[in-house]
């Protein structure tokens, strides 16, 4: 099995490359946006008050998914919260079943349809991002929720609805996780996780900052200490178990906010690169025996063109040239 599936924090990323026959008028809209016309009712929550609380700052990712194996993409969309986070009071994120349909005359109608609810989907949190993978192999998508304190999986049960299964899976953490990516690493048939974490935050130890003139302002990530990823090994039987350390993968972290998986070197095996904010990226590669490298330095992958770190945050991954390796297109601000 060689499924791989990539996700960002920010949001959820793909790539083509489209034929078209002609460019259109410079005034004619390439796109147009049609989230209320298809049922896409969505408001993204950040719950700020003044307190300045770094995660107000996030947005929050997408997942674009086929979860009921209908043949058309499904949308989950990460919800924000309050901080100090209340359960009770918070909005939950969403899951949108895509009700396509095709006339006899071939027109598409596109609708989706708010099943949060019904399908159990709706996890509670301050989230950050998600990513899909059947890590079970049941052939149904399931669901990895990251947040801001917090971790979720969701499996899929087949029949339209999802059960949290983060404590049986043995994946439960307290951390800041804000990307994740489902992958086989040791190429046993079952997906592994990579979960990219970002600073040692608590809204009660928040730090008073201010932007250059004395105003207060959002403190940098580089006030704070950041936390190192997770690797966990999918043990073919709903579990998974953590080799971060023995694996290598802590030997070296930053503020990690997006995670992409690809063959980077070509040997067949796939490696993990991770975006980080204000401090070197990481390219871990894959060593064949259970254990990474960071080979971000050596690659060039891991500073700027003057030798300094990015606050890197989005990542895709793609062969964009077409000459047969992968590439790496990472947003910084």
């Not at 390439?30 to 950040?46: C, R, Y």
């Not at 052939?139 to 339209?160: E, K, M, P, Q, R």
Request: charged share 20%; aromatic share 12%.
């Amino acid at each position: 099995m060689t499924f791989r599936m990539f996700s960002l924090f920010v949001g959820f990323v793909g790539y083509a490359l489209v034929a078209r026959p002609h460019l259109p008028a410079a005034d004619d809209p390439i796109f147009i946006e049609s989230s209320a016309a298809t049922g896409l009712a969505f408001t993204h929550v950040n719950g700020a008050t003044g307190n300045y609380y770094l995660p107000e700052m996030m947005g929050a990712g997408v997942a674009l998914f086929d979860y009921d194996n209908d043949g058309d993409l499904d949308v989950f969309l990460v919800q924000g919260g309050a901080l100090p986070s209340s359960e009770r009071e918070a909005p939950t994120s969403r899951l949108f079943r895509n009700d396509l349909t095709i006339g006899a005359d071939g027109r598409r109608t596109l609708h989706f349809t708010d099943v949060t609810e019904r399908s159990g989907a709706g996890v509670r949190g301050y989230g950050m991002g998600a990513a899909v993978g059947d890590y079970d192999n049941d052939g149904y998508l399931d669901l990895l929720v990251t947040s801001f304190g917090s971790i979720a999986l969701l499996h899929n049960n087949g029949n339209g609805t999802f059960t949290d299964v983060t404590r049986q899976a043995g994946i439960s953490d307290s951390a800041w996780s804000t990307s994740a990516a489902f992958f086989d690493y040791d190429r046993d048939g079952y997906l592994d996780l990579f979960v990219a974490r970002y600073v040692d935050f608590t809204a009660a130890a928040n730090k008073l900052c201010n932007d250059p003139v004395g105003t207060r302002d959002y403190c940098s990530p580089r006030v704070y200490r950041p936390v190192p990823a997770r690797l966990f090994r999918n043990d073919g039987r709903g579990h998974f178990v953590d080799v971060t350390a023995a694996a290598g993968v802590s030997k070296a972290y930053g503020a990690g906010l997006g995670v992409a998986v690809g063959d980077y070197n070509g040997d067949g095996w796939l490696d993990a690169y991770v975006a980080n904010d204000g401090t070197p990226n990481q390219l871990w590669l894959n060593r064949h025996d259970g254990t990474f490298v960071d080979e971000g330095p050596l690659s060039g992958a891991a500073l700027n063109s003057e030798g300094n770190p990015e606050g890197s945050m989005g990542i895709a991954s793609g062969d964009f040239d077409l000459d047969g390796d992968e590439d790496l297109f990472v947003t910084n601000i």
